[in-house]
């Protein structure tokens, strides 16, 4: 009897995802006892024919990783949907659109600009830049157009199920996958995290005060931080009121606040906006030259509250091409 098979592909993203499979250590020995890896360009030689070749709905997942950014990654997307029984977001750029989808701020005209013109280390007096097509020694050479926006895997594809992170978690990765081999997934559309804020298995949590009055937002670097106070009490913007869990509250344990990476829980319509309204709700003062004072400590808002999710996010501009 043949084994299960899946895929894992990576579209616009940086990696991290295809270490997270490496990172199941010695367990992907008991993973690759009871399935195949058809496909992994990111490990092993494969070519888009094998994936072509292949039955329609043969695959019993694939965990595809990124963002969908250009013309290619959008292809490949929907050629996996077709050959995959499970079409599974893993991570957070396919999940929300992660930190690729921080892009979005910008028209794909402004971001080329910047990249081969303007660019502090780039010298190109010619402006040159890469063509979609270009002839050379009679041969023509293509290469995929970028999209005005960068987008989550479900705004190209129905997605079944999505696990989250940046990167998913050993432990958040193996249970899906011996779910999937058990045949024990939940209905579809479903976060495989549990779906709690991430302050509840925050190591900080019994001295969050019930009622925060956050004098002055600071980054980390400002201040020597208490290693047992809860990381708002003084004054971080840490984002675990809003962010699910599953994560092992990882880098709060190491002091830092929580980015937000494993995305919003199922009652949150729109992440930034959740954990913006929370944190100006806490901001001790009244008056608006001391609020605009205690806010100036968060410089970059949409990098703080949108750093996975500004692909989903509610206030996303409008466009009218790919």
């Known amino acids: 009897m043949s084994k299960p098979k899946i895929a894992i592909y990576w579209c616009a993203s940086c990696g991290g995802c295809e270490e997270a499979v490496v990172d199941l250590a010695e367990d992907i020995l008991g993973v690759v006892e009871k399935l195949d890896i058809v496909f992994w360009p990111c490990a092993m030689d494969f070519k888009y024919k094998d994936v072509e070749a292949m039955a329609d709905g043969s695959l019993l997942a694939t965990l595809l990783n990124g963002a969908i950014r250009s013309e290619e990654q959008a292809e ?64 023509e050479l293509t290469l995929p157009n970028l999209h005005n926006v960068v987008r989550a895997l479900d705004q190209v594809v129905p997605v079944d199920y999505y696990i989250p992170g940046c990167p998913p978690t050993p432990n958040i990765t193996r249970a899906a996958v011996t779910a999937l081999l058990d045949g024990r997934m939940p209905p579809r559309g479903a976060v495989l995290s549990p779906d709690v804020a991430l ?26 931080l208490d290693p047992d106070q ?26 830092m606040p929580c980015t937000g990476c494993f995305g919003p829980t199922d009652r949150v319509k729109d992440h930034g906006a959740k954990m913006l309204s929370f944190l100006c709700s806490s901001v001790a003062a009244k008056e608006d030259e001391s609020i605009d004072s205690a806010l100036a400590g968060i410089p970059d808002p949409v990098g ?3 750093r996975y999710g500004l692909a989903r996010s509610l206030l996303r501009r409008h466009v009218t091409a790919p």
């Open 76 to 139: 490949m997307a929907r050629l996996l949907r077709r050959k995959s029984r499970h079409l599974i977001a893993f991570g957070s750029c396919a999940a929300t659109g992660g930190v690729p989808a921080l892009a979005n701020q910008f028209s794909r005209e402004q971001i080329l600009r910047f990249v081969y013109d303007e660019s502090p280390s780039t010298v190109n007096e010619s402006k040159t830049r890469p063509q979609a097509r270009c002839a050379e020694a009679g041969c």
């Open 199 to 224: 302050c509840e298995e925050c190591p900080r949590r019994d001295s969050k005060p019930t009622d925060l009055a956050i004098a002055q937002f600071r980054r980390p670097h400002q201040q020597l």
């Open 304 to 306: 703080t509250f949108y």
């Open 230 to 255: 809860c990381l708002l009490a003084q004054g971080l913007a840490c984002l675990g009121p809003a962010t699910r869990q599953g994560c092992g509250a990882q880098c709060v344990s190491g002091g």
